[in-house]
């Protein structure tokens, strides 16, 4: 293990390259959470709906979805 900073929000951590934090993989966990629920609601949607109704990004959906 080592010294490095997270690569979300660049949180000082001991662990390996390339891995978020625990807060900031528990908001991944969440917001990962929250698509997952408003497609399984609404099969449908595009990503703009998804956008509008979860408050996320585009970016950060695909990084999630991706």
Known sequence: MELNNCDRCGKLQLQKRGILCTDCQQLY??????????????????????????????????????
Do not use: C
Not at 36 to 53: F, G, L, S, W
């Open 29 to 66: 966990f969440n917001e990962s959470r929250v698509i997952k629920e408003y497609i399984k609601m609404n099969p449908r949607a595009t990503m703009m709906d998804i956008v509008q109704h979860t408050g996320l990004s585009v970016k950060r959906i695909k990084e999630i979805i991706i």
